[in-house]
């Protein structure tokens, strides 16, 4: 079997979002963050986006973690490679907590094909 992969040229490219200002993939034709329109492609499908779907998914609630005090949170994101080095260490949010207060986050990894490329033909 051979293990040859069809390599999308630009794949992983980025650019910044012009209406949040977050870096996002040259391929996005909405914004995951904002959820702007960014254009409008020919190879867009009805209803908006290039096709993604949603790799991987979860949600957590934090409480304070007593009720007559306050606690402090950071929510952290990090990302490592094959090899465990960490490529991205993102905070993205910290506050503190308080009585019944609580926060829910969550986190999602979408998964899209830039352009799908052209499969080999088949032999007959
Ligand atoms: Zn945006």
């Not at 867009?44 to 949170?73: F, L």
């Not at 960490?86 to 979408?110: M, P």
Request: hydrophobic content about 35%; charged content about 25%; proline content about 6%.
């Amino acid at each position: 079997m051979i293990g040859a992969r069809a390599v999308v040229q630009g794949a992983g490219a980025t650019r910044t979002c012009p209406h949040c200002r977050a870096t996002i993939l040259e391929s996005a034709i909405v914004c995951p963050g904002c959820r702007h329109h960014l254009r409008f492609d020919k190879d867009a499908k009805p209803g908006g986006a290039v096709a993604t779907h949603t790799a991987w998914q979860i949600e957590g609630t934090i409480d304070a973690e007593r009720t007559d005090s306050t606690s402090e949170y950071s929510i952290l994101v990090t990302v490592r490679n094959e090899r465990n080095e960490e490529i991205a260490r993102q905070i993205i949010n910290v506050g503190a907590l308080q009585g019944v207060e609580r926060r829910t986050f969550s986190l999602s990894i979408e998964m899209s094909d830039p352009k799908t490329p052209v499969p080999p033909p088949r032999r007959r």
